[in-house]
């Protein structure tokens, strides 16, 4: 109780309290004390990996009340809500200041309607309505945090219709993650609103360890950046973000997903074989699919990647079991996840410059090699039927083949 006053005051938070506690309960763990609230069950809102998009990726703090009921409406129109996408989150830079009593203010240049009659407009397209904040004192783009205000936020957003919050890790000076984000997940849970809590914490203090009983997803690496292998500073590639989510395959599930970060496909850094490899990778990662490009202004290509359905039902299968990669010879991999009924996708992923065959032997699906299966292409879509021991496949350069092998009596 005297902790919650203490932080609610915004002046002395967590970063100190958590120090108080520390020769008690050590750093790294919510305290007893700190976990009070979270009683209230985390509600089930994403039993399988959130889909939708963020306006980051392509728009940055370029964004406006007329952009995002464009997006809203091409997300209706395009063929990506049949696909299963849903939420249309506005990230950083909505906000302007807090009024008197600490309501936090949309910029009413930006979003002269507030963000209320938006959040309305996105639900009367069928779709959910997302926005971010930080659990700092500023955003990344240093508009106003949360810190400080995170009941009082978490009320507003509800009042507002929010369904989806992505909170970021921006000017947290030396607050502790795990304590921050729990103030957070309370005030969620208390605000009346199932709402999906998005933590973007860059995975700086593995959050793959302790941020399952409080959020939906978290972030497990610094920005992804429109390249196939360029990485700079805190951004990163494809590649990069790859292989580091390949070893955490054990913390993800489903209601808690490990976040790869929002996709690139269609914002013009990457071939359309190496979008096609970034999907296929992200959904058998298990990843939130959150694309990132102009839904208003799609080439064909775009709309086949972000609505080719097997690729997606591969992400949302309801087993919901983050894929391993099985087999690494050199640039050619193999990447295998088990799925609910028994059946297996598999990846063949080529990062060399050239052409490449890569296999799958059935003894890296933990199947006998007498047994027989159909095996589908989820690209081409062709099938192949009475397949034993093992698949191979031609793989174009930097490109994948993404089959789905069903055992056939
Ligand atoms: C951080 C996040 C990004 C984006 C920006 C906004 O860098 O990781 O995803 O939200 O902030 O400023």
Redesign the pocket.
């Known amino acids: 109780m005297e902790l919650s006053i203490v932080l609610r005051s915004g002046i002395l938070r967590i970063g100190a309290a958590a120090l108080l506690l520390t020769p008690v309960f050590g750093f790294g763990v919510a305290s007893a004390h700190e976990t009070l609230g979270l009683e209230a069950p985390k509600p089930e809102v994403a039993m399988t990996p959130p889909m939708g998009w963020n306006s ?1 990726n392509k728009f940055g703090c370029n964004i406006d009340e007329a952009k995002i009921r464009g997006v809203a409406d091409a997300m209706a129109s395009s063929g990506m809500k049949d696909a299963g996408y849903q939420y249309i989150v506005i ?2 830079c909505w906000q302007k200041d807090r009024a008197a009593d600490g309501t936090i203010q949309a910029d009413p240049e930006r979003f002269p309607s507030g963000i209320k009659a938006l959040a309305d407009y996105v639900h009367s397209k069928g779709l959910k309505f997302g926005l ?1 904040s930080d659990i700092g004192a500023k ?3 240093g508009r106003p945090g949360s810190r400080g205000y995170e009941f009082q936020d978490a009320r507003t957003w509800a009042s507002w219709g929010v369904d989806y919050v ?1 909170v ?1 890790w ?1 000017y947290t000076g030396s607050s502790e993650a795990n304590s921050s984000y729990t103030i957070m997940a309370k005030a969620l849970r208390a605000s009346g609103r199932d709402i999906v809590f998005s933590i ?1 914490e ?1 995975g700086d203090n593995k959050p793959e360890e302790w941020a399952a009983p409080l959020g939906h997803l978290w ?1 497990t690496t ?2 992804i950046r429109d390249s196939w292998d360029k990485d700079e500073g805190y951004s990163h590639s494809f590649l990069w973000i790859l292989d580091h989510n390949a070893n955490l395959w054990a913390n993800s599930g489903p209601n808690h997903w490990n976040d790869p ?2 996709l690139e496909v269609g914002n013009g850094g990457m071939t359309d074989v190496e979008y096609r490899s970034h999907f296929s990778l992200w959904a058998m990662l298990a990843a939130p699919l959150i694309a990132g490009n102009d839904l208003s202004n799609m080439d064909k290509a775009t709309v086949d990647i972000l609505t080719n359905k097997d690729v997606i039902a591969i992400d949302q299968d309801k087993l919901g079991q983050q894929a391993r990669r099985v087999a690494q010879n050199g640039d050619a991999e193999v990447w295998v996840r088990p799925l609910a009924g028994g059946d297996r996708a598999v990846v063949l992923f080529n990062r060399s410059a050239e052409a490449k065959t890569i296999s799958v032997d059935w003894d890296d699906l933990q199947w006998a090699p007498g047994l027989k299966a159909s095996v589908k292409d989820l690209w081409s879509k062709s099938v192949k039927k009475g397949v034993k021991g093992g698949y191979g496949a031609e793989v174009a350069p930097h490109g994948v083949v993404m089959v789905r092998i069903s055992p056939t009596i």
């Open positions: 980051w990230d950083d971010y955003t990344c783009g992505k970021d921006c973007c860059w972030r610094g920005d970060d929002m």
